[in-house]
Nanobody
Framework: QVQLVESGGGLVQPGGSLRLSCAAS????????MGWYRQAPGKQRALVAS???????NYADSVKDRFTIYRDNAKNTVHLQMNSLKPDDAAVYYC??????????????WGQGTQVTVSS
């Protein structure tokens, strides 16, 4: 079983910054892909950014040049640095990870979500 624990959400003024962090734990052999989705009230959950274990990062057009995703493979953590935040960025942010457990079973796990509020 794989668990993801997120931290770093909160209230920030427009133009401010926040950093979200997510740590994966459990019977993990490898994590192929990690990233962040967000869901605002009345909207569907949408990809914000993803980062594979090898390869290029991927960002939603709305956050390019403002958000940066990075991971520490040794610690099974992923972080999302969010700069120049806008009211439209307010949402619940969910971390995810996809990989294999130690017995080679594929997994896709989600965090519990962390609230980001952007308001003056």
């Amino acid at each position: 079983q794989v668990q993801l624990v997120e931290s770093g959400g909160g209230l920030v003024q427009p133009g401010g910054s926040l950093r979200l962090s997510c740590a994966a734990s459990g019977s993990i052999r490898t994590i192929y892909d990690m990233g962040w989705y967000r869901q605002a009230p009345g909207k569907q959950r949408a990809l914000v950014a993803s980062i594979p274990s090898a390869g290029r990062t991927n960002y939603a057009d709305s956050v390019k040049d403002r958000f940066t995703i990075y991971r520490d493979n040794a610690k099974n953590t992923v972080h999302l640095q969010m700069n120049s935040l806008k009211p439209d960025d307010a949402a619940v942010y969910y971390c995810y990870a996809a990989g294999q457990t130690i017995d080679y079973t594929p997994f896709r796990a989600w965090g519990q979500g962390t609230q980001v509020t952007v308001s003056s």
